[in-house]
């Protein structure tokens, strides 16, 4: 699978072929702090003034390396296809080489960051359902009013949680069709592309 870089990303890697091996490997080096502990704008400064550029140019530089190294580890892409995509920039032997490096390198690191990145949801532990009918008031002799009394139990991180939901049998049954349909929508093609993304 290649990846399809977008016009403003490769305008951001289009520095990298201007500056040294040396640094384009410090790149690489400041593109995974980027990760670990988010962005510095006294590194890009620093780096800035020793390259002779804007900051904003070392930042875009940072930012493009970034996004090609976290892309290519979430697609876990094989050596031959990001050898290919990184082709298509027109960078020197050495430079393309050097970036499969830094990729080779810097893989198994930067899925473990994003695997901590992602949010911790709840999971489903069990569900409990009343169904309530109201046959009738002291102002309405003859009323049908049914409620559907749900008691969700969740798990996370260990803790269970409960929360308990209250609506009529019209709300719940849109609910289910709204659900069936995503269910079916998630049997597509490109559901299962961006799903395989996404891990």
């Known amino acids: 699978m290649l990846l399809d870089l977008s ?28 990760l670990r502990r988010g962005s510095n704008p006294k590194i890009y ?13 070392v930042q875009h530089g940072v930012e493009g390396l970034t996004y090609l190294l ?7 892409i094989s050596e031959l296809d990001f ?10 032997e050495e430079l393309n080489k050097l970036l499969l490096q830094l990729y080779l390198d810097n ?16 999971s489903y532990h069990s569900l409990e359902w009343r169904l309530d009918v109201q046959l009738a ?19 996370q991180n260990g803790d269970h949680s409960t929360k308990v ?3 009529d049998p ?14 079916e929508e998630m049997k597509t093609n490109h559901c299962r592309r961006v799903v395989r993304s996404i891990k």
């Open 170 to 183: 019209a709300t719940l049954l849109h609910l289910v069709q709204q659900l069936e349909q995503a269910l």
């Open 137 to 155: 008031s002291r102002s309405l002799r003859q009323q049908i009013k049914p409620s559907v009394t749900i008691k969700l139990h969740l798990n």
């Open 7 to 34: 016009e403003e990303h490769k305008e951001h890697l289009a520095f990298l072929p201007q500056v040294d091996s040396t640094v384009v490997a410090e790149f690489g080096r400041i593109a995974v702090e980027f």
């Open 45 to 57: 400064e620093g780096a800035a003034r020793k390259l002779n550029v804007s900051s904003d140019t």
């Open 107 to 122: 893989r198994k690191e930067i899925r473990t960051i994003l695997s901590e990145l992602a949010p911790d949801l709840p």
């Open 70 to 76: 976290t892309e290519s580890s979430k697609l876990m």
């Open 83 to 92: 050898q290919d995509s990184v082709f298509v920039l027109g960078f020197s």
């Open 165 to 167: 939901l209250q609506t």
